[in-house]
């Protein structure tokens, strides 16, 4: 099974300020015949179903704000927050694709400091 | 609107069996294909099952092949989850998500999630 491994497990930023996650693949989840990455992002608020905030490794989900961003190759994918707002308090999860089973990273926690 | 609808959970004692069901709609649900992923109580999520838009290939992770069943009723537009067996470590919320946005075959990433049925396996 593929292993993704999240940093940092917690994560305290300040208002407006960025905010960095990074996630690692055990193994390449870049499949070469069509030069995709097979990694998603997830939001998880408290409560709620998680939330799909981009796919193939970059490409934001329709309605999500442009402040997120994804990038990454290969084995290792970062999500940028880049001003963040206290609606952004959440967890986050990386995802793969790349093969059965599916699996996700174990979550960052994102606080306001 | 696209929305999925889980039911079904509850307390149920180790080694018993309860089926969890998932009312889709505001899509076309033959098309697509979908998945259970779960979320043990403060805990991170786990993908369980996936079922292809007409239900003929199934996938399943380790920790549920042989005691969870996946299946689909097209003309009710509703997805199950057929659990037996079950144990404390299946306690979780249980979330049914469509799986990926294009027809067909499962994708493997999850662009709309119900609000989830916790099921509760303890003696």
């Known amino acids: 099974d593929i292993v993704l491994t999240q940093s940092p497990d917690s994560l305290a930023v300040s208002l407006g300020e960025r905010a960095t996650i990074n996630c690692k693949s055990s193994q390449n989840i870049l499949y070469s015949s069509n030069n995709m990455n097979y990694l998603t992002w997830y939001q998880q608020k408290p409560g709620q179903p998680p939330k799909l905030l981009i796919y193939?490794?970059?490409t934001r989900e329709s309605g999500v704000p442009d402040r997120f961003s994804g990038s990454g190759s290969g084995t290792d994918f970062t999500l940028t927050i880049s001003s963040l707002q206290a609606e952004d308090v959440a967890v986050y999860y990386c995802q793969q694709y790349y093969n059965i089973p599916y699996t996700f990273g174990q979550g960052t926690k994102l606080e306001i400091k | 609107e696209v929305q999925v609808l889980e039911s079904g959970g509850g307390l149920v004692q180790p080694g018993g069996s309860l089926t969890l069901s998932c009312a889709a709609s505001g899509f076309t649900f033959s098309s697509y294909a979908m998945s259970w992923v779960r979320q043990a109580p403060g805990k991170g999520l786990e993908w369980v099952s996936a079922i292809t838009h007409n239900g003929e290939t199934i996938f399943y992770a380790d920790s549920v092949r042989g005691r969870f069943t996946i299946s689909r009723d097209n003309s009710k537009n509703t997805l199950y989850l057929q659990m037996n067996n079950l144990r404390a470590d299946d306690t979780a919320v249980y979330y049914c998500?469509?799986?990926?946005?294009?027809?067909?075959?499962?994708?493997?990433?999850?662009?709309?999630w119900g609000q989830g049925t916790l099921v509760t396996v303890s003696s």
């Open positions: 193939w490794a970059s």
């Open positions: 998500a469509k799986d990926g946005p294009l027809a067909g075959g499962s994708q493997g990433y999850f662009d709309y």
